[in-house]
């Protein structure tokens, strides 16, 4: 199983919106509404921010969202701030042998 | 507050062996599925294995399949990852987490736990 595919960085100033793709197939990401998304500050473990595509957890701000098309889900980060900067990984459920896997993760930099 | 401690990492020589431990607390661990995840030094997450509530339903990734086991004991409110055939590929930070098997999503992490494999 293949990990997902995600942009290496991305960036943006603060108060804009930024979006990171992560891109999958018609067994994963495409066949599936099991998309959630991490955040990884350095030296932290992961912090789930979305899941089933578009579903918030208590206590993440709603500047944060995710959505999904054919087989590319995406999280946008809107009202850019300092503390946003991080690694972001997405997941998804999959029907090969192995039923979970990670996207190669996106370095996002606030400028 | 739901907490999860690992413990059980450090230095092993290639071949060898390591059994890594996650300490649950505040939630009812044994309604939970939990499962570990890794990550090699800068690089990305990979999942490792799961297991299921009450430990009959056991995956693992085809990486570490036949060389890692998945095991939890309950009444200890632990998860367990005895690691055999250790290469230098499986040098990482192991990470335990809460999984949700319904929704498909690692919602509480541990801090994660160094394992060096290296002669």
């Known amino acids: 199983q293949s990990a997902l595919t995600q942009p290496a960085s991305v960036s943006g100033s603060p108060g804009q919106s930024i979006t990171i793709s992560c891109t999958g197939t018609?067994?994963?990401?495409?066949?599936?509404?099991?998309v959630s998304w991490y955040q990884q500050h350095p030296g932290k473990a992961p912090k789930l921010m979305i899941y089933?595509?578009?579903n918030r957890p208590s206590g993440v701000s709603n500047r944060f969202s995710g959505s999904k098309s054919g087989n590319t889900a995406s999280l946008t980060i809107s009202g850019l701030q300092a503390e946003d900067e991080a690694d972001y990984y997405c997941s998804s459920y999959t029907s090969s042998s192995t039923p979970c896997v990670f996207g190669t993760g996106t370095k996002v930099t606030v400028l | 507050q739901v907490q999860l401690v690992e413990s059980g990492g450090g230095l092993v020589k290639p071949g060898g062996s390591l059994r890594l431990s996650c300490a649950a607390s505040g939630f009812t661990f044994s309604d939970y599925y939990m499962s570990w995840i890794r990550q090699a030094p800068g690089k990305g997450l990979e999942w490792v294995s799961y297991i299921s509530s009450s430990g009959s339903t056991i995956y693992y990734a085809d990486s570490v399949k036949g060389r890692f086991t998945i095991s939890r004991d309950n009444a200890k409110n632990s998860l367990y990852l005895q690691m055999n055939s250790l290469r230098a590929e499986d040098t990482a930070v192991y990470y335990c987490?809460?999984?949700?098997?319904?929704?498909?999503?690692?919602?509480?992490w541990g801090q994660g736990t160094l394992v060096t494999v290296s002669s």
């Open positions: 018609s067994s994963d990401v495409g066949g599936y509404n099991y």
């Open positions: 089933e595509v578009s």
């Open positions: 987490a809460r999984y949700s098997s319904y929704n498909v999503y690692f919602d509480y």
